[in-house]
């Protein structure tokens, strides 16, 4: 029983994590596909961005077949939303959205009259928005009737090239360029037709949310193997437990000449069919785990990456069938020490005494000879790299070794403790304690490994949060924040605000794109104010470092992106611009925590000379505190549509922290998870056990202690050692948060955070093992505490 | 093509640019209209219709006319290569304005455009087919100096020519598989069909501005699966622009365009209706360019012999008579695999006859 | 006060009492198949120094009285009085003090505790009792034949050894009954007659009541007093 459910548990924690995953990376893959179809190849400016219809021309006059699309951000209300402007005419046959060219009505609507805007029907409740509806985008152009479509991507509203244009105030830019499946286009010949304006690549590789959401998903496949660890602790001490008692049997079975391997054959039969009903079990459990999941982590990867998840769970059998290999792996590993010593039980043996201290020593040492090869696996993984991959596996490897060490750790205390102790019951606890160290242990050892996750991935996210908020404050020093409708909208209203009594500065945050090493790079502008100055926060720069970007070639590095393109103060940078590479100087490195993508922040003027599809229209304003609220009102009453988006300092405050607390909630409740499933391991072992410590505490209660007393041993002795998993899960926490912090962060995001302490943190965790631990012991305890004196006396009893 | 069955945008859009289909939709009954094919099927009101007496202007109505519907610019080839085999080229430029007051900037443009393009042998027939937007310069074609294009296939004029008319054209398309460019030198005047260009189609009133230049000579290269062959021959092309739609009973056509050995043209078509007899019509072009218009009872065409091709019955030989002038063929197909999987499919390929005649021509077989 | 509560003259009840009597003493197992009675009505009196053997079949409820007497146990119905005290008018506490204090048990297992040496086992009943005496643990364990064996563990021990030690263990605290079940049923017959001697031989020195249990008619011939439980009653032999 105890053996299914932790392989169901484990199974579905495991799983749960990969349909996650699976839903994700099918959405990004539908968002790409669903436009250009699986597979393929497509064109892209090779300076990032967008780039001129013109090439379009060019390419179709000589002869390739392409089909242009136009991708741009918008909002509708207050939901963001994707632009997608396709060509129905000229889409290959394999996109999805082609299969309208067969309907003959969306057709002709799509392209006469005011056209049709295409959206899934999810997106459509999102958007909240009725079929017919016409909303209005933040830049005040009136989408086309909406109009239900399956095929559409999950958060896209597609419409016609011409359309989109308009709507994203893009007039003659495309973004890029589908090839038709048989277009024949080598390197070559693109050259001869666009230069080098345009790249060839893949459709796959343009998954940029793939690539920018990998970090985020790696995380949870790191969390859900976490889980499924201590899954199989359970499995692995229930099917133990479950060998042990049928040794006698199986000595029986061979002793009437049944052979070892027909018996491992029969015994893997059984497992097998185990695998299935755990295994089928756990998948419904992880379909549940990521049902409940989903919802936050598509809000989580929509505010983080604007990545679009659907939230109807959909699964293929690729899911199920890894689920049960996962499954029907963690049941072989927990019963190859079985099956193992089946193989080599001999057919007659003497029913000797179990010799428990030899074996007692044994195990210890074993343990200890484990931990350390998992200890040196840890070392050479931390010495091997600082990838993603090696920082999970530092945390892995240092998590295993301390559970492995736990058993030895606790041996140690008591044989200490007994050494003490004088009153003889005491003594008989301490010693006794030992002895079931070795039954308790692999639920000791997830509690451990549970407990260390929460206290490191609690510590790393309280000292994000704490890194984050004092960051924003920070950062976000202008009181109004607005985004105007248009480039021209934007002169108006600057031209406006110059007269405004209330207004000290008027900063202008333009920015533009391009991409470095195929990396995506926002290019922000910064003019010459005290608002930066003094203000912005930097993690190293020069000693003139603001003079020095306001006079030229000059620029500030975002830590993700001077991490990843290896530079420091000092170092030359070549940025594409829309002309040609423009080297700057890296005068200053600042921290740019949750934005996946790199930043570079320029003066406003170089911005404006080097880019030439910068998008003017965002604007940071300085405004007296007071007069704030007024003054926004002011202005939304005075431009009204020509302002696509304007926020107080506090509502962008407060938007940024919820996204954060979003990233987080996902793994925060898979840590509980984790910590639920070892309580759980902890309340199966401590059943299991409780047969056996009758025959252990009936003799004590025959000399004389009273029921009553030796349960409240027991409990004690199960607290004292979820206690011990706890004391010494603290600084393995701290050393795990530190590897999230050092290691992980910096591979995932790029960013390194200050490693901070919170000890009322694991406080809280110390409580939560003693509570954990006191439920789990309750049930076996209360049972031995109301024991009647025939159960204890069977211990006794000549005929048992 | 068979109107009963409810038909896609594109089909629609395929069935009326088939070229022959504007004399099938001058014949079609205003009832059949109103049976409603949508957009297409109605006479929508705002675009323009054939006026009798309205004379056509060159070069200007070489160009494109946006306030009409449809139109196109059709050339067939009949080939005979250095190698002696014989080879047929079809160049075929659709437009269809999908609302009134189509030509507008940009993507706002409501002309879709489609091409066909197909080269055949005794062997093969290869064939391609392309889509594009109007308004930002990837189809089009323009007066004088006259250019037709959509993407990289061309119908335009020679820089050799000195004139603003189509006396000196060059034509080319391709894809991977077929590829072929052939100087079109025109021997003999511009035929106007019906009156004077005003083709008219039914009792009804429906009609076409529609005209004809049946005397290309024509010589350049046609490459079949790579083999480049150096070709000569003669090729025919039709004008034909209108705004009027399909008859709902219509099931399928077909049509030929004869070069009678001696210089005489010879254009016939039968029309199938699930309703009512076959309808013929057909003109006598001298080799001077002198038109007479055949009558319904001087033709008799009839199919010989069938062969399952794209899996349906199409006739392959066919017994073509003109009694009037003692016309009395039998024709065979270069290829009688020349279906075109195009969107519509249609069959359409060179054909050679002989009996009382001889020569060589195109065959347009639709609705099979 | 009166000359009948003085504490010399209850003293001196006490010694002239028997220090163990049992009065109609039944108890009956519940089992699906109805309830079985293993006791109806089990009378009997063993005084300080004095021994019993207590025969019977396999089944016979052997066990069942011992674990009565022993306090491990309660009766349906009859009273057990151990050196005067009634045992069904205390409280588990009391009854647990009882044991620990009065009662040594040796059991057909041993059940020593596998976690303490033979030292620790030896002195545990004595120290949970508060009685602990180590002279007195020196002169057990020198007359068992334990003094080498101090510090090792019961696994270490052979089965003649490890019974020993739970002798031991049982007169450590100066029980004033001794109870045995099937002592010697894991041995082979000259250990197990060795082991007896011993216990015979201390029990002698302790002057405590002895109660055995065993199968064997020749073990139960070495005590003083055999009786026979047979269909829930006892018969004398």
Redesign the interface.
């Known amino acids: 029983m105890t053996l299914l459910a932790g392989l169901a548990i484990a199974t579905a924690l495991w799983s749960g994590v990969q349909a996650l995953n699976a839903q994700a990376r099918n959405s990004y893959d539908a968002a790409t596909a669903a436009i250009s179809g699986g597979g393929g190849r497509m064109l892209l400016a090779a300076r990032g961005g967008l780039f001129e219809q013109d090439l379009f021309v060019k390419l179709r006059r000589a002869g390739v077949e392409v089909s242009p699309v136009l991708e741009g951000a918008s909002r509708i209300g207050d939901k963001n939303i994707r632009i997608v402007g396709v060509e129905p005419v000229s889409l290959p046959r394999r996109s999805p959205i082609a299969h309208m060219r067969k309907r003959a009505d969306i057709l002709d609507d799509f392209l006469t009259g005011e056209g049709r805007a295409f959206a899934s029907p999810q997106t459509l409740r999102r958007l909240d928005l009725a079929e017919g509806a016409q909303p209005q985008t933040e830049r005040g152009r009136r989408l086309p009737p909406l109009t239900a479509l399956a095929e559409a991507p999950p958060g896209a509203i597609v419409v016609d090239i011409g359309v989109a244009q308009r709507l994203l105030d893009r007039p003659g830019k495309l973004s890029r360029l589908i090839l038709a499946d048989d277009a024949a286009l080598d390197e070559a010949r693109l050259k001869r037709v666009a230069g080098d304006a345009l790249r060839l690549v893949a459709a796959d590789d343009d998954s940029e949310l793939a690539r920018l959401t990998d970090s985020f998903h790696l995380n949870l496949t790191a969390f859900g193997f976490l889980a499924f660890l201590v899954g199989l602790f359970i499995v692995h001490a229930a099917y133990g437990l479950a060998f042990e008692q049928r040794l006698p049997t199986l000595r029986t079975l061979r002793a009437l000449g049944v052979a070892a391997p027909n018996l491992v054959a029969a015994m893997a039969c059984e497992i097998a069919a185990f695998t299935f009903v755990a295994g089928g079990a756990g998948l419904i459990g992880g379909y549940a785990i990521a049902q409940a999941l989903l919802p936050n982590v598509a809000r989580s990867l929509e505010s983080l990456y604007g990545a679009q998840i659907s939230e109807s769970l959909t699964l293929d059998a690729r899911w199920g069938l890894s689920g049960l290999v996962m499954a029907g792996a963690g049941a072989v590993l927990a019963a190859a020490s079985g099956f193992a010593k089946t193989m080599r039980l001999p057919p007659l043996s003497v029913a000797r005494p179990i010799a428990w201290r030899a074996a007692h020593h044994r195990y210890l040492r074993r343990q200890a000879a484990f931990a350390t090869i998992a200890l040196v696996a840890a070392i050479c993984a931390y010495d091997f790299g600082k990838g993603l991959a090696s920082g999970f596996a530092v945390i892995g490897f240092s998590l295993l070794a301390a559970a492995l060490f736990l058993p030895v750790a606790l041996a140690g205390f008591l044989a200490l403790s007994e050494n003490l102790a004088h009153r003889p019951l005491a003594r008989w606890f301490f010693a006794d304690g030992r002895q079931e160290i070795s039954g308790l242990s692999l639920a000791l050892m997830a509690l451990l490994v549970a407990l260390a996750a929460n206290i490191g991935v609690g510590g790393m996210v309280e000292g994000f949060r704490q890194t984050f908020t004092r960051w924003l404050d920070a950062r976000l020093v202008a009181e109004v924040y607005f985004e105007a409708a248009t480039p021209a909208d934007a002169r108006d209203i600057e031209a406006w605000a110059r007269g405004q009594p209330d207004i000290s500065a008027i900063l202008p945050v333009w920015r533009a794109k391009t991409r470095i090493d195929g990396w995506p790079i926002e290019i922000v502008g910064m003019t010459a104010h005290e608002t930066y100055s003094a203000h912005f926060p930097l993690i190293e720069a020069t000693p003139d470092v603001w003079t020095a970007l306001h006079a030229q070639d000059a620029v500030l590095v975002s830590e993700q992106l001077a991490r990843r393109l290896g530079v420091g103060l000092g170092s030359a940078l070549d940025i594409p611009t829309s002309r040609r590479d423009w080297r700057a100087r890296v005068v200053g490195i600042f921290p740019d925590y949750g934005n996946p993508k790199g930043q570079l922040r320029v003066d406003h003027e170089e911005l404006k000379r080097y880019f030439d599809d910068a998008s003017g229209v965002h604007y940071g304003l300085r405004v007296s505190p007071d007069a704030t609220a007024r003054f926004i009102d002011n202005m939304q009453r005075r431009f009204d549509g020509a302002i696509a988006r304007i926020l107080d300092q506090s509502e962008l405050k407060s938007m940024s922290t919820e996204i954060f607390e979003r990233t987080f909630a996902v793994t925060a409740a898979l840590n509980t998870l984790t910590l639920i499933v070892s309580g759980v391991a902890l309340f199966a072992s401590l059943l299991t056990l409780s047969d056996m410590r009758q025959a252990r505490i009936a003799p004590v209660w025959a000399l004389g202690a009273t029921r009553r007393e030796l349960a409240a041993l027991e409990m004690i002795r199960v607290v004292a050692f979820a206690a011990g998993a706890a004391i010494l899960a603290t600084p393995l926490g701290l050393f795990m948060t530190w590897c999230l912090v050092a290691i992980v962060n910096v591979a995932a995001f790029g960013w390194r955070l200050p490693f901070q302490m919170f000890p009322t943190q694991w406080l809280m965790v110390f409580l939560i093992a003693l509570c954990a631990a006191i439920l789990a012991a309750l049930i076996p305890v209360a049972r031995l505490a109301r024991a009647a004196p025939t159960e204890l006396l069977k211990v006794f009893s000549n005929e048992r | 093509m068979n109107a009963d069955r409810p038909t896609g945008s594109r089909e629609r859009l395929g069935a009326a640019m088939s070229r022959r289909s504007a004399l099938i939709l001058a014949l079609s009954s205003t009832s059949a209209l109103a049976q409603g094919f949508g957009g297409l099927g109605a006479n929508a009101p705002g675009f323009k219709f054939p006026q009798p007496g309205t004379p056509l202007v060159f070069p200007k109505d070489h160009g494109a006319h946006p306030d009409f519907r449809t139109e196109w610019w059709y050339v067939t080839a009949n080939l005979k290569g250095t190698d002696g085999a014989s080879y047929g080229v079809q160049w075929t430029l659709f437009r269809f304005a999908l609302e009134p007051n189509s030509a507008r900037a940009g993507w706002t443009d409501r002309n879709v455009w489609m091409a066909h393009a197909a080269a055949t042998d005794a062997g093969e027939h290869l064939f391609a087919q392309k889509f594009a937007r109007g308004g930002i310069g990837l189809a089009g074609v323009e007066a004088a100096p006259f250019r037709a294009y959509i993407d990289d296939w061309l119908l335009e004029t020679r820089d050799d020519s000195s004139g603003a008319g189509i006396e000196r054209l060059r034509v080319s398309a391709g894809n991977g598989n077929f590829a072929y460019a052939l100087d079109l030198t025109a021997t003999g005047p511009i035929v106007l069909q019906g009156e004077g260009g005003y083709s008219r189609k039914s009792d009804a009133g429906q009609a076409s501005y529609y005209y004809s230049e049946p005397f290309f000579m024509t010589e350049g290269s046609v490459s079949i699966h790579g083999r480049e062959t150096q070709v000569s021959g003669r090729a025919w092309m039709d004008r034909e622009w209108s705004s009027q739609a399909l008859a709902a009973d219509q099931q399928g056509w077909d049509w030929f365009a004869l070069h009678l050995d001696g210089g005489v043209k010879l254009m016939l078509y039968r029309m199938r209706s699930v309703k009512a007899a076959p309808f013929f019509f057909g003109n006598w072009i001298d080799a001077d360019g002198a038109t007479s218009p055949l009558m319904r009872d001087d033709i008799a065409i009839a199919p010989l012999e069938n062969m399952h091709i794209a899996d349906r019955d199409t006739p392959v030989r066919w017994r073509v008579q003109i009694k009037s002038r003692g016309v009395d063929v039998e024709t065979r197909p270069l290829n009688p695999r020349s279906w075109m999987a195009t969107e519509p499919a249609y069959w359409e390929g060179p054909i050679f006859f002989s009996g009382s005649h001889k020569g060589e021509g195109y065959l347009e077989m639709t609705g099979y | 006060m009166s000359i009948h509560a003085t504490p010399e003259y209850l003293e001196a009840l006490r010694k002239s009492a028997p220090m163990l009597r049992v009065e109609g003493l039944r108890k009956s197992?519940s089992t699906p198949q109805g309830a079985i009675p293993v006791l109806c009505g089990v009378d009997f009196t063993l005084a300080a120094g004095a021994s019993l053997a207590l025969t019977g079949e396999?089944?016979s409820g052997k066990?069942t009285l011992l674990?009565l007497v022993?306090a491990?146990?309660?009766a349906d119905a009859g009273e057990i009085f151990l050196d005067g005290v009634a045992l069904t008018l205390l409280s588990?506490?009391a009854r647990?003090?009882?044991?620990?204090?009065k009662?040594g048990?040796v059991?057909?297992?041993f059940?020593?505790?596998?976690?303490?040496t033979v030292a620790?086992n030896l002195?545990?009943?004595a120290?949970?009792?508060g009685r602990y005496d180590a002279a007195w643990q020196d002169e057990l364990a020198h007359r068992l034949g334990l003094a080498a064996l101090a510090a090792r563990?019961p696994?270490?021990l052979s089965g003649g050894q490890q019974q020993r030690v739970a002798i031991g263990?049982a007169l450590a605290v100066r029980p004033s009954l001794l109870l045995a079940?099937?002592p010697t049923?894991n041995l082979d017959e000259a250990t197990g007659d060795n082991v007896l001697a011993l216990a015979l031989d201390l029990v002698a020195t302790t002057g405590c009541a002895f109660l055995m249990a065993t199968h064997s008619q020749r073990l139960a011939a070495r005590l003083q007093r055999r009786v026979r439980l047979d269909g829930g009653v006892l018969a004398a032999q």
């Open positions: 197992y396999s089944g066990s674990h022993g491990l146990d309660d588990e506490r647990a003090a009882l044991r620990r204090e009662i048990v059991f057909q297992q059940n020593l505790i596998p976690s303490l620790e002195g545990f009943q120290r949970l009792a563990y696994e270490e263990r079940d099937e049923g």
